[in-house]
């Protein structure tokens, strides 16, 4: 009989395993544009007008090839506006023999369409989502004996399972990693290149003016919408990426500079999360650049490292730690998000730097989100549910299983050390060391203290002071505890109260977790 296949907003892809044995003579593919979805953090504007366009864009293609498609869209008045409610409408529509559904990223819906399955009238199929290098059961696989999950070593056995980058059985070049040569400062006159956008088309304009009508209080622009909603438009991007960008991009992959919101990077992630390109062909099309000699090893294994390490790890690990890990608040931090993550209007400028590009384009790479806003945010102290919530609405490619070991792992040390093996917490120094942005910044980098110091060397030497308990015993603390033992009870006293004020004047204040922006 008849079988009903459900394809969510993220699953946009040819090879989906819910997919793969369709009769396109008497299936129906379910598609449903849902409040329940886009409204569940106030997502930039940008992230569900992508949403749409491209789901939009898919159903069509689909529907070309002769598949019964039944599309939900958002302005639908019989939409229930939930996954589950539409899965319902359809089976009290029409009869199915089954439903067959793929695994979704998202710990949240897998827990209500686990539930779904569980009172459905007909069997419900789940497929696993094999779009990831390394799927969840390798990954617990590999997590059961470690005592800790470091993802340098899982990357080690991603690249001798896919044989990425080897040269035989050892990393091609002799290193694993070539990061020690990624870390150059953008030289004064050097300008990133001019970066493809896509422009939006028509069905791309149409999801653009559904979400200005229907949205109006999400977070920021439209205007400058440039993301590909076609495995086509994807391959233009990815094509140009590796053609003129990638041969650079390890260089700088760490370099901020003001005004400059791509830089080196791939600009691809919302088109991998989405499914409009599939992560490992992104490697293997990266490896080839390097062994026709058109990209060094630096840039090329850095870039593949990104994907083949770093997301498949996070989703390693999200689904290894939830839901526990969505609780976790390792350095009791209490303090609300200051209004100028959604605002910008604030005289650190590179706070106001990487918050207008994520205001204006719903995307900063990954440097500024770690070390700007992240960093930032672990060293007010913000709680964490508010930070996770600002990430997860601000930015175009953020779904909480990458988005949350990001955050709440990575930038804030907020899981206590799973993802990341120390707090990457960094005064003044660092920023000035890798951006141009000090130079114009109304705050003295180099001062220690009082009003018109960075805020970022107000607020270093307090964090270690307040989180002693917490984080003296790591190792990899060592050196600035030792630093910071050696200043002496008196000035320890004096540095902790320099952060509180600081803290408090930048509005990081205790209160209600503050998590909605305008
Ligand atoms: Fe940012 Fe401090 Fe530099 Fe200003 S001085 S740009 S606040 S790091």
């Known amino acids: 009989g008849p079988v009903l296949r459900l394809v969510l907003g ?49 159903a069509a293609r689909i529907a070309d090839r002769g598949v019964a498609v039944r599309y939900v869209r958002i302005d639908d008045p019989d939409n229930t506006h939930s996954i589950v409610g539409e899965l319902h409408r359809a089976l009290d529509a029409s009869p199915f023999s089954k439903i067959v559904l793929t695994e979704c990223g998202e ?18 199929e789940i497929r696993e989502d094999r779009r990831f290098i390394c799927s969840r059961d390798r990954f617990r696989r590999w997590a059961t004996d470690k005592r ?34 990624n870390r150059r400062k953008l030289t004064k006159g050097l300008r990133p290149p001019q970066r493809l956008r896509t422009p939006p088309s028509s069905l791309t304009r149409d999801a653009i003016a559904d979400v200005a009508r229907l949205f109006p209080d999400h977070f920021r622009d439209l205007e400058s919408f440039g993301w590909p909603t076609t495995a086509e438009e994807a391959e233009t991007v990815l094509a140009d990426f590796l053609d003129r960008v990638l041969p650079a991009f390890g260089d700088w992959q760490d370099a901020m500079a003001e005004g400059q919101p791509w830089m080196w990077h791939g600009l691809i992630s919302t088109a991998i999360n989405l499914g409009l390109l599939d992560p490992l062909d992104v490697c293997r099309r990266a490896e080839a650049v390097y062994r026709a000699g058109a990209a060094p090893l630096n840039a090329v ?43 910008g209007k604030t005289d650190m400028a590179c706070v106001a730097d990487v918050v207008a590009t994520s205001r204006t384009n719903a995307y900063a790479h990954h440097i500024q989100r770690l070390m700007v806003t992240g960093n930032l945010a672990m060293m007010l102290g913000v709680h964490p549910d508010a930070v996770d919530d600002w990430y997860m609405t601000v930015y175009a490619d953020a779904y909480e299983w990458v988005e949350m070991p990001n955050t709440r792992g990575m930038a804030t ?21 890798m951006s141009d942005y000090c130079g114009a910044c109304r705050y003295d980098v180099k001062g220690k203290s009082g009003d018109g110091a960075c805020p970022f060397n107000r607020l270093y030497w307090g964090f270690l002071e307040r989180n002693r308990g917490r984080l003296r015993d790591n190792i990899r603390l060592a050196m600035p505890y030792r630093t910071l033992d050696g200043f002496g009870e008196a000035r320890r006293a004096d540095l902790l109260a320099e952060a509180e004020r600081t803290r408090v004047s930048l509005g990081a204040i205790v209160g209600e977790k503050a998590t909605k922006g305008e």
């Not at 044995?21 to 299936?27: A, F, I, R, S, T």
């Not at 449903?32 to 898919?58: C, G, N």
């Not at 040390?413 to 060391?433: E, L, Q, T």
Request: charged share 25%; proline share 4%; no cysteine.
């Open 10 to 58: 993220d699953q946009l892809s040819n090879a989906l395993t819910g997919l793969g044995d369709l009769n396109p003579d008497h299936d129906v593919v379910l598609m449903a544009e849902v409040r329940d979805e886009a409204t569940y953090v106030r997502h930039h504007k940008q992230k569900i007008a992508l949403t749409f366009a491209a789901m939009r864009a898919f």
């Open 107 to 124: 710990w949240r819906l897998a827990q209500a369409l686990e539930a779904f399955a569980g009172v459905a009238t007909v069997p419900v």
């Open 148 to 181: 800790e999950l470091r993802m340098e070593f899982f990357y080690r056995e991603m690249r001798r399972e896919t044989g990425l980058l080897m040269d035989g059985p050892d990393p091609e070049g002799g290193r694993w990693n070539y990061d020690a040569e």
């Open 301 to 343: 294994e850095g870039f593949i490292r990104q994907i083949l390490g770093w997301r498949e790890f996070m989703r390693g690990v999200y689904w290894l730690k939830v839901p526990e890990y969505r609780q976790r608040n390792a350095l009791d931090a209490d303090r609300v998000l200051p209004w100028f993550y959604w605002s």
């Open 413 to 433: 040390f907020a899981d206590g050390g799973i993802v990341g093996s120390k707090p990457y917490a960094a005064s003044g120094a660092y920023i000035n060391r």
